[in-house]
């Protein structure tokens, strides 16, 4: 799994802001992804912007007040036009932007654009800053990819915000925070499965929240302790976690805690997405090398061996390598 933040993306606009050509007049962003990418692009280099709607109907954004001076004028053509989006893979949805373009015909010089793509070419780009191959998450579509479906998820801090201290009594104030959480992202997938150190006690509460938040679920998993203060005594929160992950067929954890992110890869030699660094933590190749031995079946053994590749190989060499192998 290979993922990227927005820190990320706005890194890779800023290290390929060489290649574009100085004199662009317009950034174009294809909706909705596109337009974050678009933004970002506009703001570091000072162009102006628009969205592919807009820019097909002639009307670009209007700019803020502290930079206007140094702005090209790009009420008409004809310019020089960057059309952006944040990643392409069949390319499916560039044709169609490049078919609405030409229908257009509006004259400008269109360059076509992708920030993040498969290869370093692509027949339907001019431009793709980075090769990132899949299977690829991002910061902005991570709760509604398909990798949903084959991995864990916390609850607290990544479906709804943590409680509070005075909340997190075990007792009355908490039971109230367990019907009345503050959802925070939106899913539109199924999850795998609900892993969380919430108590099993509060089973009934958890379910009422998400059947009522429409979370969708395949297996809710919880901890089966007595109390919070016999949890905080076990320390049990990331080695519950990671022990369920490890033994289960899911390639994918979402963490919302960055701590209990690297003890979860660690204890159970898998990645871990963690919401709170947006970044994919990787599992060394000895806490992969030690579930190894733990594999409960042939198929885990297999997958764990995999694991163990890449962590040594580093995900290029690995895809490298594993291409050598289907067409020697």
Known sequence: MHYRSISDMNAAIVKNMHRLPRDLDLVVGVP??????????????????????????????SAGT??????RNTTSGPRKVLILDDSIRTGEAMTTVRQRVAAANLGDTVIYGAVYGATTQHPETDLVFEVVLQPRIFQWNFMHHVALEHACVDIDGVLCHDP???????????????KSARPLYPMTRTIGALVTSRLEKYRPQTEAWLAATGVRYNQLVMLDLPSKAERQRLAAHGSFKAEFYRKSAFGLFIESEN????????LSGKPVLCVETHTLIEPSAVAVLSSVARAGSLAQGRN?????????????RYETLKDWRANP
């Open 304 to 316: 764990t061996i995999k694991r163990l590749a890449r962590s040594v190989l580093g995900h290029e």
């Open 164 to 178: 509070s201290e005075n909340q997190n009594d075990d007792g009355a104030a908490y039971i109230e925070f367990l």
């Open 259 to 266: 701590a209990q992110a690297h003890k979860i890869a660690r």
């Open 32 to 61: 909705r992804s596109g337009l974050l990418a678009a933004n970002l692009l506009a703001l570091a280099g000072n162009i102006r912007m628009s969205d592919l709607d807009s820019y097909l109907e002639g009307r670009v954004y």
């Open 66 to 71: 502290t930079k206007t001076h140094s702005l």
